[in-house]
């Protein structure tokens, strides 16, 4: 199901958990010294962020949009000019390869 939201309160969000977590980590890391449960606060965090980034992750979200105008010049381009499409389209392909790794992290 999708929802509409507004997308600064979201990145907002995403932001603060980000700052968050982070913080936590460090405090933990520096404060605790209990290894093993320093380290299954760590995953927990880990997951967090995981799904987090699942639900909403502001970076893939501009690679995306960055790949669509990039295959968008290339479509225009590529009856054309060719060099300057091959250009373009190889732009498109190095984002398509961030945007993938991103999404399948393992």
């Not at 907002?12 to 404060?31: K, Q």
């Not at 290894?35 to 690679?63: G, H, Q, S």
């Not at 300057?84 to 992290?105: F, G, Q, S, W």
Request: with cysteine.
């Amino acid at each position: 199901m999708n929802i509409l939201v507004n997308k600064e309160y979201l990145d907002d969000l995403h932001r603060c958990i980000e700052r968050n977590i982070d913080f936590t980590s460090t405090a933990i890391t520096v404060y605790m010294h209990n290894d093993e449960l320093t380290a299954k606060l760590e995953e927990k965090f880990m997951e967090i962020k995981y799904y987090l980034n699942r639900a909403y992750n502001p970076e893939l979200v501009e690679l995306k949009r960055q790949a669509r105008l990039y295959y968008q010049k290339w479509l225009g381009l590529k009856d054309t000019d060719k060099s300057t499409a091959n250009a373009v389209y190889l732009e498109y392909m190095a984002l398509k390869c961030k945007i993938d790794a991103i999404e399948i992290p393992f």
